[in-house]
């Protein structure tokens, strides 16, 4: 609750919600609810970022609280956010393969609580950019400031974009 709730109450159009591994079940629900008390469908996107390490215990409790109080909710997976770290020079960083996981780990998660991811959000980019370790062509720590150009967040360059893509579609099968 606040002025930030208070704010987006008012707006008619589709909201947003990111979702961490610290939002409490019924909060996520009190907040829904407060956001959209016509359970509009398409009116509300929890946009889970809960880092591959807490996928399996924090959203299934999140999904069942939304599922019980039956609201028409939409589910993007950010599996970016929840794994930045910072080198040992201070650049901002995320691991191909957490990123990977947490994807994993949410859609099946999903499944096993008969319920349905709708979507993914990246950080990403079409230019050979060096700011994520690991994917396809094995980037470390000392190979992102070759090309490391984020003014904020570290993206998954054109090879891991790609590499990222073939096992989304493999997941999806």
């Known amino acids: ?46 946009i889970t970022r809960l880092g591959y390490k807490n996928v399996e215990a924090k959203l299934p409790p999140l999904i069942h609280a939304v599922k019980k109080a039956g609201l028409k909710v939409n589910w993007i997976c950010d599996p970016c956010h929840g794994q930045t770290r910072a080198t040992k020079e201070g650049l901002k960083t995320r691991d191909f393969s957490e990123i990977l996981l947490e994807l994993q780990y949410t859609a099946k998660t999903h499944i096993k609580c008969d319920n349905r991811l709708h979507g993914v959000h990246f950080e990403m980019t ?48």
Not at 126 to 138: L, S, W, Y
Not at 141 to 170: G, I
């Open 1 to 46: 609750d606040g002025a930030h709730v208070e704010y987006f109450r008012g707006i008619n159009n589709p909201i947003g919600i990111k979702v961490g591994p610290a939002m409490p079940p019924l909060e996520l629900v009190h907040l829904i609810k407060k956001l959209d008390p016509l359970n509009e469908p398409g009116k509300i996107t929890l």
């Open 126 to 173: 079409g230019e050979d950019v060096t700011e994520c370790v690991g994917g396809p062509q094995e980037l470390l720590d000392e190979h992102l400031k070759a090309r490391y150009t984020s003014a904020c967040d570290p993206r998954l360059n054109y090879a891991q974009s790609m590499e990222m893509s073939f096992r989304l579609a493999k997941l999806l099968e």
